[in-house]
Nanobody, 114 residues
Framework: QVQLVESGGGLVQPGGSLRLSCAAS????????MGWYRQVPGKLRESVSI??????NYADSVKGRFTISRDNAKNTVYLQMNSLKPEDTAVYYC?????????WGQGTQVAVSS
C-alpha cells in the first residue's frame, strides 16, 4: 500500500505564497516520477509540475512562480507557489508513479482571492 497525503492548502490573496507538501508512506526515491496536478470543477486535471530524478518540468502557466522540490529524508515532495493568481485556484493533487503503478493523494484546496 502506498499513501500520499497533501497538505498546505488554504486561502491566500493574489500575489501571496503557499507551500504544498506531499508526504509519502514510503521512500520517494522508489518512484520514477512524482508531480503535482490541479483540477477545477468541470475541467480536466492538468499537470502543474513534474520531477524525474534530478530534472523538473513546469506548465507554462506557472513557470517562474512555482518550484517543485524534494526532501528524501522526509519522504516529502513540495510545491512552493509564489505570486499566486486567482487562476491558480484549484484542488492540488500529488501523484507518484513507478511502472506499472500510479498513486494519487486526496488533494488539498488552494483558493486565491481578494
Amino acid at each position: 500500500q502506498v499513501q500520499l497525503v497533501e497538505s498546505g492548502g488554504g486561502l491566500v490573496q493574489p500575489g501571496g505564497s503557499l507551500r504544498l507538501s506531499c508526504a509519502a508512506s514510503r521512500s520517494i526515491s522508489s518512484f520514477s516520477v512524482m508531480g503535482w496536478y490541479r483540477q477545477v470543477p468541470g475541467k480536466l486535471r492538468e499537470s502543474v509540475s513534474i520531477t524525474r530524478g534530478g530534472s523538473t518540468n513546469y506548465a507554462d502557466s506557472v513557470k517562474g512562480r512555482f518550484t517543485i522540490s524534494r526532501d528524501n529524508a522526509k519522504n516529502t515532495v513540495y510545491l512552493q507557489m509564489n505570486s499566486l493568481k486567482p487562476e491558480d485556484t484549484a484542488v492540488y493533487y500529488c501523484n507518484a508513479r513507478t511502472f506499472p503503478y500510479g498513486y494519487w493523494g486526496q488533494g488539498t484546496q488552494v483558493a486565491v482571492s481578494s
